[in-house]
């Protein structure tokens, strides 16, 4: 699943990015190219913006979209989890959260002079964006965002569980 986000969601954006989903967000994109975009590339759009839906709803009828409720990030990233029923599990940090470059797995030569000499020495696996070429590995901001997922995953199996 494909989606593009509206300006009001660059956090939800990046978050999904982290899951591995493929988000297009321009935080300056007006409400017609959010819409092109999404009708041409096959996307589903997400925004909180109730009057870009009602004035695109036939547009956006093909691909879909969802009308976000919360202003808070994860409870956003709950309601477009369960939504769409996403994988929250197998993907995560295969796409780049800046710029939603796919990542590749580089030898640990490769980031010999990119990355601080204590990163070098402390890992082994690395990771590179094809895009924009940023550096990934699995430090403590990796454990921790993995860590937030695990508490939304936890929070949604829980409510889903209570229904």
């Known amino acids: 699943m494909r989606f593009v986000a509206d300006v009001m969601l660059g ?3 990046r ?51 969802l009308l976000l409720k ?6 956003q990233l709950k309601e477009t989890i369960s939504h769409f029923e996403l994988d929250i599990q ?17 030898p640990k030569e490769f980031v010999r002079y990119r990355v601080p000499f ?18 990934y590995w699995a430090g403590s901001h990796y454990e921790r965002m993995n860590a937030a997922l695990d508490e939304i995953l936890g929070e949604l199996q829980s409510s889903s569980g209570n229904a």
């Open 11 to 13: 956090k939800l954006a």
């Open 15 to 65: 978050w999904l990015r982290i899951l591995g989903y493929d988000v297009v967000y321009d935080p300056y994109a007006e409400d017609e190219k959010l819409v092109s975009c999404a009708v041409a590339e096959g996307r589903v759009l997400l925004t909180k913006d109730r009057h870009l839906v009602e004035r695109w709803r036939k547009k956006l009828r093909q691909n879909g979209y």
């Open 70 to 75: 919360s202003d808070d990030w994860r409870e």
């Open 90 to 106: 197998n993907h995560r940090m295969t796409r780049c959260a800046d710029c939603n470059g796919l990542l590749e797995e580089v």
């Open 118 to 135: 204590f990163v070098f020495n402390a890992h082994d696996r690395f990771a590179r964006c094809g895009q924009c070429g940023k550096i």
